[in-house]
């Protein structure tokens, strides 16, 4: 069971960045009335994946990825999805200061009381990484007592903090992976046959999400 927050602001670089990992608590903290708002700094354009077989060209792949990204959120039950408008694969090179600016100015707007986004160096991803990094500097700069709770996901670290249970949201969490089709069709139909019939090594992994509740040098 999910905490009530007063606004829940996700911010990950990628579409499809989402949806293994969080979007069950997503759609959990919006039947439980909290405001959710998603911030996806890129449309992933630099991706490889076109789709098996092919259904973009890597000209059409951003429009395409940007409909999965809106069909994804449509499944959550999402309904403030922000497309930051970056780059994909060039976060990292951009301006110091120009992604913690952009933190910080959703975080004066939404004033939310945790944030979700993936954990600096354990995101294996660049643009993974540079976007954990902003969130932390901007987080970092507020005062402790309002500072919101950050929920880091990292991908190379072991022993979560805090582990969802996600089961009851699980129609919305496939169908937010099934959304994105140009990265997941080829693989996705597979494991989702394996869900339903029970593998304990999949139904664990996506029925719970995962998340360290990173702690600030003023933190006590």
Avoid: W
């Avoid at 490889?48 to 077989?53: E, L, Q, S, Y």
Wanted: aromatic share 8%.
């Amino acid at each position: 069971m999910v905490k009530k927050e007063r606004h829940v602001l996700v911010i990950f670089p990628h579409p499809d960045d989402e949806a293994f990992g969080v979007s069950g608590t997503i759609s959990a903290h919006i039947a439980s009335g909290t405001p959710v708002t998603y911030a996806c700094l890129t449309l992933g354009e630099m991706g490889r994946n076109v789709g098996n077989p092919p259904i973009a060209t890597r000209e059409s792949l951003p429009d395409v990825r940007k409909k999965e990204l809106e069909e994804a959120a449509d499944a959550m039950g999402l309904t403030d999805l922000r497309m930051m408008g970056y780059r994909d694969k060039t976060l990292e090179f951009l301006a110091p200061g120009v992604l913690k600016s952009m933190v910080e100015e959703l975080v004066a707007e939404l004033n939310p009381t945790l944030v979700i986004s993936f954990y600096p160096e354990h995101s294996v991803h660049p643009d993974h990484n540079a976007t954990a990094e902003a969130v932390v500097e901007a987080l970092a700069d507020m005062p402790k007592e309002t500072r919101p709770t950050f929920y880091a996901v990292a991908i190379t670290l072991d022993n979560p903090d805090v582990v969802y249970s996600v089961k009851d949201y699980m129609r919305e969490k496939l169908l937010a992976l099934r959304a994105h089709h140009s990265q997941f069709g080829a693989t996705f139909a597979e494991r989702e046959k394996h869900y339903r019939g029970g593998d304990p090594e999949i139904v664990e992994r996506l029925e719970n999400e995962r998340f360290f509740n990173y702690k600030f040098a003023d933190d006590a």
